[in-house]
């Protein structure tokens, strides 16, 4: 179906933390950290809310796609971090940029937020509901992290990623599938208010496994195989599980964007940021055969092809 990026943008806080800070704070270390995660720094939102990050995001994908906030008719906004209990994190961005005719709502489904997200935002479009939907994952991970945790704390950090999806233009969603199994939700999980928890070893596997199963199947319905790639823009979570994931579908790390060493694990938000980062650098061009995939707390999971 034709779904075209017509901007991107996102926001990361900047107060940098780095795994020397982290060093004075728990018992690790910056060898460690990188070694085991490829982490370098993240960013912790001290002064920002989680809608002053999304509003940011948002302000610059709606210029990059030259559009005025009053032609958005949807607003679907993936965090696992919400501002309020409610009303949802989404109609308070939605007053904030001024969106009038949009309506709004959150997703959760965590570190899958983003790709659940464009599949709800292209059933809205294709429903005829909305001709333009703002796409938002954002984050404010700091606030749920237990910084005394050396097992989590030095994982994730805060950002947002925002994308205006219409039907108009060249773009195309080639196939997409997602996939959730609640059986295996205390593998990643936080209490209301609480903390995350996670076996990280257990999670590691599955990761990468389930990631591969979902991008071969998508690959195959569309057709295509990892030769029609351009780009694989996955969910940032550990540098240790792009590099197992790139080495079983057989592509190389040169065609796997990362930048998880200077955000960290952004959640929902790592997808957007990672491709509206690789957007700005060139990296991701208009026609380029794009995969993304993300597995998070649910646990969730999900692939998308697109020609971008
Ligand atoms: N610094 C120093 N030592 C540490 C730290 C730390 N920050 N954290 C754990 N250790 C220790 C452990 O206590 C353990 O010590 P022990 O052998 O004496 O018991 C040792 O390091 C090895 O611990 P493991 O948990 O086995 O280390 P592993 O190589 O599995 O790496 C990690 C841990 C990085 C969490 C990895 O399992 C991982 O990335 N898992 C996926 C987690 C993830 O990505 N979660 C995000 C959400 S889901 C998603 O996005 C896919």
New binding site residues.
Partial sequence: MGITFEGLGFYVPSDVLTNFDLERM????DE??TT??GIKERRIARTESLIDMAEKASRRALEDAKVEPDQIDAIVLATITPHLGFPASACLLQTRLGCKDAFAFDISAA?SGFLYGLEVARGIISSGSAKRVLLVGVEKLSEMVNWQD??TC??FGDGAGAVVVSSEGEGEILSSLMRSDGETWEI?YAERCGYIN?K??E??KL?VRSMEEVCQEVLSRAGLTVNDIDLVIP?Q??I??LEALAEKLGIGMEKVYSNIHKYG?TSAASIPIAMAEAYQEGRLRRGNVVLMTA??GGLTWGATLIKF
């Fill in positions: 728990v018992d690790t270390s460690w950290i085991r995660t570190c050396r097992s030095v994982l990643l996670m990280g070893r999670l590691f990761a969910h979570a550990n240790r599980i694990n597995m998070g």
